[in-house]
């Protein structure tokens, strides 16, 4: 009996002790996932009305709950009396570690994260980088892949993209053709604007609002150099700017406008 005492009082002595500790994790825990679930809702929420990628948004929403409930976790486990200092330092020499091992990926990581929550480009838009350019086909978080015109995949590091200029050619619902036409200096100026104005406004695809003009840019060596610019829709771009360059060198043909080849003057001088 004495000793079923003595048993008895221990057993008592540890529930006061660490019996409040343990509901007081106990409830910590349970509080702490509840308000993580109602701050990761709410942060969806507010990326969902900032039209973010639906794929960043899934992986801040993994990213977000990771790390809150890690902090409830150790905020909880701290309550029960255990130590965490110790966990924590090895947590983060651990982080730091692998971080410096990664160093390349985690640029690319940041750089996929910003391109998807800022978007200066989309999947379907043709983009051009330094000697790359290409139809976005799709934007990972560490790489994005175009798809060029020739049919190949150029896979690029999103840290690359993200820290250099871009050009987006289809963000824009119009573009300025620019057509550069040289003709030789017996050539009219008046008459070959008036035949490439008249080409161009003959095209249902031009746009009338800015209106298209014809400008000389240069006198060359070899011509007088025009510069013909008028606007369409991103959409009839290229098939405006080849069609309406071949139509334009079959009228000067019809109307003599000549179009030179390049000229030199050679001078012989003659020893005696």
Excluded: C
Excluded at 103 to 132: W, Y
Excluded at 247 to 269: A, C, N, S, T, Y
Aim: net charge negative; hydrophobic share 45%; charged share 20%.
């Amino acid at each position: 009996m004495e000793n079923f005492s003595i048993g008895s009082e221990q057993i008592m002595n540890f529930v006061a002790t660490f019996g409040p500790k343990l509901l007081a994790a106990v409830a910590t825990l349970v509080i702490g996932l509840w308000i993580v679930k109602l701050i990761v809702k709410g942060s969806v929420k507010m990326l969902n009305r900032s039209s973010v990628d639906d794929a960043l948004v899934s992986f801040l929403k993994s990213l977000i709950s990771i790390l809150l409930k890690v902090m409830v976790y150790i905020t909880a486990l701290g309550m029960l009396g255990i130590q965490m200092t110790s966990f924590i330092a090895v947590l983060g020499a651990a982080g730091l570690a692998v971080g410096l091992a990664l160093q390349g990926s985690l640029s690319n990581f940041a750089g996929g994260v910003l391109i998807l929550f800022f978007k200066p480009f989309k999947v379907g838009d043709f983009i051009e980088r330094g000697s790359e350019s290409g139809t976005v086909e799709r934007i990972d978080i560490l790489h994005t892949v175009l798809r060029t015109p020739n049919n190949q995949l150029v896979v690029i590091p999103n840290g690359q993209l993200a820290n250099s200029p871009i050009t987006n050619y289809t963000t824009e619902e119009t573009r300025r053709a620019v057509f550069p036409i040289g003709i030789s200096y017996d050539s009219d100026v008046k008459k070959a604007r008036e035949i490439i104005l008249r080409v161009l406004n003959e095209d249902e695809r031009i746009l009338e609002d800015p209106a298209p003009m014809v400008v000389l840019t240069n006198l060359g060596d070899s011509s007088l150099d025009l510069s013909a610019r008028a606007w369409t829709k991103t959409e009839n771009y290229w098939g405006f700017f080849w069609d309406n360059l071949e139509k334009i060198k079959e009228e000067f043909d019809k109307d003599g406008i000549e179009m030179p080849f390049p000229q030199r003057d050679i001078h012989l001088i003659k020893e005696e």
